[in-house]
Structures are given as C-alpha cells and as structure tokens.
C-alpha cells in the first residue's frame, strides 16, 4: 500500500487539481472553483441545471458599457450563488487599454474576501483581501 505525499493542508479547503489530480489546498481551490463556475454555462450540468454563470453567452459581445455592466454582474451573482468562501468586494478592468480593447482582449481583476470555512457556517475573513485575475 503506497502513501500519498504529505502535502501542508490547514484543513479548511482542500481538492483535487481538475488537471493534474494534485491535492489543492485553500485558496488554490477557491481559485480553481471560480474558474470552473465562470466557465461553465447555466443548464449545462445535467443534475444540477442552475449551475454555472451568465460570464459563457457574454464572450464575445461587444464591449460597450451595459455588456460590462452584465458580465460584472454575472461574475458577482455566481460568485454569491456557487462560492461562500470567496465575497466579492470589486470587480475591476485594470490594464486593459484601447489597444487591447480594438483586439477583443479584456481582462477582469475580482477583489474579494476568502473564509476559508465558510461551508462549515463560519464567516470569518482569512487576512487581507484577495484578487482572482481571469
């Protein structure tokens, strides 16, 4: 019988890397959980249809103010619906400039709060704020 390597867990989050089958620990899993509630469509998932973000229809819409201010939205809401242990406190576009912008490349910086056992019932922020860049 072979042992798995140790790997520094505080216990509050911990996963399995969806690429590599890794242990992921805290934040990382936060992380890789926003990535995957961002990317994946609302009705996708067979048993569990209200999972997902609106972020997958507005890909590729023109970057005029309402469409921002939907995708902020989007972020915001399946944030609040799908991840407890991360609140959002901003969304941000930082660096992207008319350059970019002509290109159809847009970055977002998400700001928020991680508690790390928030799914146990405690809401207890986890030191200073944190930044998700997707």
Known sequence: MTRAPSVPISGASIGI???????LADFSHVRQSLGV???TRIGRRVFRRTFGSAVPPLLGQPLTPPTLLRF??????????????????SVNYPGTSPDTLAQGQFGVSIVGNYMPYALQGDFTVAGAPVTVII
């Not at 902020?72 to 406190?89: G, T």
């Open 17 to 23: 890397n969806r690429y590599d089958g890794r242990l």
């Open 72 to 89: 902020y939205m989007a972020i915001a809401i399946a944030c609040y619906l799908w991840e407890p242990r991360f609140k959002v406190v």
């Open 37 to 39: 509630i961002f990317t």
